[in-house]
Every structure is written in structure tokens, then in C-alpha cells.
């Protein structure tokens, strides 16, 4: 791997990747105000990068719609068009079996 290629795939700001990700998710489920992640750093979470496209993947505990806390396991890839000034697109949201968008390779 170039010198470039390391600097595309680079996580130059996690905290803000994942904070889009939850964002993404909360925006994606029926009851957003119980969802409750695991904290960075955590061997639970994964994320990877390839230019603009980042990709996380982790689960949340949330109330479903008989007031039951589930465990829901989550895939998300956006693309970060302005990191500072928080500008980023969700292209594929994967929820348990559900899925949005289109996966894009990042190997």
C-alpha cells in the first residue's frame, strides 16, 4: 500500500464517524429517544474508511413497540463531503435483515 492509499483510508476524526453513523440510525428507527450505543473506544465497534466513503458497523439496545429493549445489530456506509463543517450522505443503512441503499466495497 502507497503512501496515498494510506492517507485515503486514514480515520482522521472516529469520534465524528461515529457520532454520523448513530445519527444515520437514529433517523432510521421507531423509537430513536430509547437507543442506547456502546461508547468509543469498544471492541464492538468496526469502522473503516476509502476516501470519502466511511463504514461503521455495531449494534444499539432500543425499545421496540411493546416497550421491549432490543438488541439490533447495524452496518452503515456515508460519504463525508465537509468533516468540519459536519456534512455527510448515508448510501447504505443495514439494520438486522433490513437494508437501504447500496453497498459500496472499501477494500
Given at each position: 500500500m502507497n503512501q496515498k492509499e494510506?492517507?485515503?483510508?486514514?480515520?482522521?476524526d472516529p469520534d465524528k464517524y461515529y457520532t454520523y453513523a448513530k445519527e444515520i440510525i437514529l433517523d432510521y428507527i421507531k423509537t430513536p429517544r430509547t437507543a442506547e450505543f456502546p461508547d468509543l473506544p469498544?471492541?464492538?465497534?468496526?469502522?473503516?474508511?476509502?476516501?470519502?466513503?466511511?463504514?461503521?458497523?455495531?449494534?444499539?439496545?432500543a425499545q421496540n413497540t411493546y416497550g421491549v429493549f432490543v438488541r439490533s445489530k447495524y452496518?452503515?456506509?456515508?460519504?463525508?463531503?465537509d468533516?468540519?463543517?459536519n456534512i455527510y450522505k448515508p448510501v447504505y443503512v443495514k439494520i438486522d435483515d433490513e437494508i437501504r441503499g447500496d453497498w459500496v466495497d472499501l477494500d
Open positions: 494510506i492517507l485515503e483510508r486514514e480515520l482522521t469498544s471492541s464492538a465497534i468496526a469502522m473503516q474508511r476509502k476516501g470519502k466513503y466511511v463504514g461503521v458497523k455495531s449494534y444499539f439496545d452496518t452503515v456506509e456515508f460519504t463525508v463531503t468533516l468540519k463543517a
